[in-house]
């Protein structure tokens, strides 16, 4: 269901969750500290009900938060970027910088595939994306990219952006104290300023001509024989 | 003036052409082998000194992993915005483009507000057109003036996929089982109707977050996007996330005990009931057609 002026979702009726790939973000962070000492934060750009997410992220074993919080307006992949910059080098100034920052590798809803990069670029940082393992070793990270007929491996020094995707682990479930701890970690709220964006939202449509006129070829058993014809017919017997 | 392409083998890069084509000529070319072993940066870096050589009123490549890592590189270091995954351009200024979002299930408008349009187009969705081919751009100057910087990142080594079977993204033909699969061991038949089709198997997420399969077989918004000639879905509900994997097939056979799922409704043949009983009984079927041909 869009919004009446087509330019959202209408979110009234929907409950959120982080997106896959980015709890796999997470939890290979979570990882990372538990094997190494050391902190992690969680950040995230979006409306008041985003912090739900942060906590989610806090409950499994995530340090801190940072919330930029927006009042629910469309900001394009440049505007996220140069926000989540502006807040990684403040928190940096004064708690020192970070050796990982994981982002996932698109956004399950704009698809933009650029925030993670962009925000390398800015810090002056190298960046390898869609990630399916990631490996520390000393100073560098061994990553391990998804590609035709395998993997491709980089190995780049730390500090790094990686981008990850679903698949890179298997999120762990919130426990009941994890989630209790969740409660009073810090959440840092900071509202930014929407630049105009250059990549302006016009309007959001369903697509059409996506249903595909289904043929019934029968019910139960009996229809394995004209399954048996599709397939013939496809030339794939 | 020039519109410049990132090209690559395969389709995506000539729907890619298609799409360039409405900002006129000359076009002209940068490989995205320029740089061997890959080296995301210096691609960018060699697509941004083409560029401005040209003076290109825009930048298109396909939407693959590739396509988009490279041209996000290319925005980020030009300072430009980037329209990722679209389907349609208007080129007159203001640049209109029509993109997919939420995985292809929501299309949407967009201005692009920019003196140098970065486009990727989205693969399996714009027809392909024939037309005048780019001219492929000499870059050897372009390369021998690399920063150091750029070639940071690169590739290093190469892992063979741990999985012997059929590959999901160049399978024809893919078995692929959902939650109505039931467990681990009831995608034994699955794999027996894969077995003799000479197909990969594949599954929705419900499937890798129980645990029955791992990711790698997974088809959908976060798993593989996958092109095969016939998708056989059995036992897959259809969500949105799973469809927006499925753009590139021909043809899909759905197989549910529900005749409402949204997989039924998006399927070009159906088959209504206990995928237990049918998909052995397709199985059976193709060997008897087999055994009856000699």
């Known amino acids: ?237 | 003036m020039s519109v410049l392409v990132l090209m690559e083998p395969g389709d995506a890069s000539r729907q890619t052409l298609t799409l360039a084509r409405k900002f006129g000529e000359p076009m002209h070319a940068v490989q995205m082998n320029a740089v061997e072993p890959f080296a995301p940066d210096a691609v960018a870096a060699i697509l941004q000194g083409a560029a401005d050589e040209l003076q290109a009123s825009a930048v298109l490549a396909a939407g693959t992993e590739r396509g988009h890592e490279v041209m996000a590189r290319l925005a980020a270091r030009s300072g430009l915005p980037l329209a990722a995954n679209c389907v349609a351009v208007t080129p007159i200024p203001p640049v209109t483009v029509a993109r997919l979002r939420w995985g292809g299930s929501l299309l949407e408008d967009a201005l692009l507000h920019s003196a140098r349009p970065l486009i990727t187009v989205a693969p399996h969705t714009v027809p392909i057109e024939g037309g005048p081919e780019p001219a492929d751009m000499d870059v050897r100057h372009l390369v021998a003036g690399l920063d150091k910087r750029d070639l940071l990142v690169r590739v290093s080594d190469h892992v063979a996929p741990s999985t012997g079977g059929v590959s999901l993204t160049t399978a024809k033909v893919i078995v692929s089982g959902g939650r109505g699969v039931g467990s681990k061991e009831g995608f034994a038949i699955i794999e027996e109707l894969a077995g003799l089709l000479g197909a990969a198997v594949g599954c929705s997420r419900a499937v890798t977050s129980a645990g029955w399969r791992p990711h790698t077989d997974q088809v959908g918004q976060t798993g593989t996007k996958v092109a095969p000639e016939v998708y056989i879905a059995c036992g897959i509900s259809g969500a949105t996330q799973h469809m927006a994997g499925l753009k590139g097939a021909k043809r899909i056979i759905a197989i549910n005990s529900d005749a409402q799922a949204p997989m039924m409704q998006n399927a070009d043949y159906i088959v209504v009931g206990d995928l237990k009983e049918i998909v052995p009984a397709i199985s059976a079927e193709i060997r008897r057609a087999r055994a009856g041909r000699i």
């Open chain 1, 1 to 237: 269901m869009l919004t009446e002026d087509a330019r959202a979702i209408d979110t009234r009726h929907l409950g959120f969750t982080m997106s896959p790939h980015e709890e796999c973000g997470v939890e290979e962070a979570v990882r990372i500290i538990e094997a190494n000492k050391g902190d992690s934060v969680v950040l995230t750009l979006g409306p008041v009900e985003a912090v739900e997410q942060l906590r989610d992220a806090m409950a499994l074993g995530v340090d801190r938060a940072i919330h930029l919080e927006t009042d629910g307006q469309e900001w394009d992949g440049e505007a996220t970027a140069d926000a989540i910059t502006d807040a990684i080098r403040a928190d940096e100034a004064a708690n020192g910088p970070f050796d990982l920052i994981f982002f996932g590798n698109e956004s399950a809803d704009s698809g933009g595939f650029q925030v993670g990069i962009r925000v390398a670029y800015a810090l002056g940082r190298p960046c390898v994306t869609g990630l399916k393992k990631v490996t520390v070793e000393g100073t560098n990270v061994r990553c391990e990219q998804e590609v035709e007929g395998g993997r491709d491996v980089y190995v780049v020094p730390l500090p790094a952006v990686l981008t990850v995707k679903e698949g890179l682990n298997l999120p762990r479930y919130p426990s009941v104290p994890g989630k209790m701890r969740a409660r009073s970690k810090p959440v840092a709220v900071s509202a930014p300023m929407r630049p105009a964006p250059r990549l302006e939202l016009v309007s959001l449509a369903v697509p059409g001509g996506q249903g595909r006129r289904a043929e019934s070829l029968g019910t139960g058993a009996t229809a394995a024989p004209a399954v048996v014809e599709v397939l013939r017919k496809a030339g794939v017997l």
